[in-house]
């Protein structure tokens, strides 16, 4: 799991060079440097949208929930499968998760704001988002609980909030190593006040461990619950093609497929900068593609009853709904992605595969994207395609759509490279036990 | 004499601080703790030994009492201070309650967690004694550590070292209180 050459004095120094280094790698410079140019897309898409309203964008009625409202659950599925890899394989005892889950953890924290920023760009009044918090106020007015809208915005605001302490809970150890291993006084200082002055004490790993698999059982049916709200923002519509009691498991098998693909990217890419490959070898990425293999099934398995469904069943609405998006102006979108994130997939069934470092880049980037094209799909062709043909519409993106996947790609890689920069990238602590458990056979 | 904290040495490997430990505490000693990177295992229980139960219901209790907060903020805004009919529902529909009161619920278990981790563990606490020693340094890193405090009625300076050297410690140190 890792090669036989890492010891624990190898692993530490190694993994907090690269953070604490005072000069960051070229690529480093290159990745953050394109990812914050096209962040710098977001705050003038935002400015446009604020001042002109949400009619930049393609959205009329009927179809009045466009790309943002896709791209939400899109990132929130991204976000999501940092939980699941990091969380769910906690409590499974998998030793493959050691290395891994602080990438997984921190492109979660990186892919959180922007799905969060996506709901809030579409209200129309953002300023008046703050009116969703449940708090008593003079206008005695308060949010409407039984909404599943509003379910949402609970789930989202807990699991952001309770994303970070999970991370920090388990950053505490490493921050220490880092701290002790720095050799100028800003770093000390700075190193120092994060780790709140760890000393690894024998009655402080146990607090820490008993918290930290506490949290990850919680953690784990926790974003199970939040995908599966994300769906019944979805399900609790009588809107066709959306009211479907599968919709929160679909929900959270793109979550697992999707966020495992994004891991793999990442895995790959902090494997290659920073020379892990000693820590992060092909077993990591083996087991990831297989829990991604895994996820391919789980998708395909809801596919065929979305399919099912309207077949079997006699709401001509949902009949038609479902002709058009199989058959009419979706259709490429919708064939494309059955190939992307199901069909090629399947190519993880065979083990040189899923060791290809440059196929399994492609597999992953595939089925991001299609999983893009698949809540597009969904969430276009419903809303075009109601239940009285009089109040069919279509929908196109305008640049200012774009520009909101495109600045919200930014934000995420900026994060994602500034997490990179600043916090050690591998769970020293954790990979440090299954060094020992390796020698001792 | 400057006051001393206590002393400290230093070990190789897991086995040899887990024998240590298991050694001190036959000699009698009680104020020793040790310090490892990773936590070793059995090593818990022999230097502070007992079941730990104080975390585990602080989180129970944390979680009931998020759940009561969630479902009474519901409960409140929509049954008693803001009730609204939608579509004849009662005003205090429990079921669709629930999902936010499990969220409440959750969030505040982890908050209670992370809160008594930090509170039980003396964090954060910025400076201590041991961060002085050298010896200290790689305790976070390779090495693993142990330190007879002096507040232990059974500590003498010259005593702890002959024990520590008698055990194979690699270096050993007096660390300044």
Known sequence: MVAPEVTLTSLSEKVSSCVLTDRAPLWWWIGFGCSFMLFLVLPIQMAVLFIDGIGVWGVRIPVAWGLALAEYVWWIALASGGTIVSALFYLTRSPWRSATNRIAESMLLSAVPCAGLMPIMHLGRPGLFYWLFPYSNVMGVWPQARSPLWWDFICLLCYILMSLMYYYAGLIPDLATVRDLAQTRFKKIFYGVLALGWRGSVSQWRNQRVVYATMSAIMAPMVVSVHSVVGLDFAGGLTPGWHVTQFPPYFFFGAVISGTALIIMLTILVRWGYGLQDVLTEYHLNALAKVMLVGCLLLGYAYVWEAFGPIYGSDVAEKTESYHRMFGFTAPAFWSEKILTVVIPQLLWFPPVRRNVLLLVLISGGIILGMWQERYVFTISSLAHNSIPSYWGSYFPTVWDWAALAGTIGLFLTLFFLFLRFVPIISMSEVREIIEEEKSG | ?177
Not at chain 2, 124 to 152: G, M, N, Q, T, W
Request: with cysteine.
């Open chain 2, 1 to 177: 004499m400057t006051k001393l904290f206590g002393i400290i040495a230093e070990f190789r490997t897991p086995g040899a601080v887990r024998s240590a430990a298991a050694h001190l505490r036959e000699r009698g000693f009680r104020a020793f703790e040790a310090y490892t990177p990773y936590p070793v295992k059995g090593l818990d229980q022999i230097v502070d030994p007992g079941p730990k139960l104080v975390l585990p219901i602080v989180m129970f209790t944390a979680a009931m009492l998020g759940a009561a907060w969630g479902y009474w903020i519901q409960f409140w805004g929509e049954a008693v201070n803001y009730p609204i009919n939608v579509g004849g529902r009662p005003y205090n529909s429990w079921p669709a309650f629930m999902v936010s009161t499990f969220e409440f619920m959750l969030l505040a278990t982890i908050f209670a967690g992370l809160l008594g981790m930090l509170v039980l563990s003396r964090l954060p606490k910025l400076y201590h004694p041991l961060f002085d020693a050298k010896v200290f340094e790689r305790a976070s890193r390779d090495r693993f550590v142990i330190c007879i405090e002096a507040s232990d009625p059974a500590f003498e300076p010259a005593a702890a070292r002959g024990v520590f050297e008698q055990l194979g410690a690699i270096r050993i140190e007096e660390v300044p209180a």
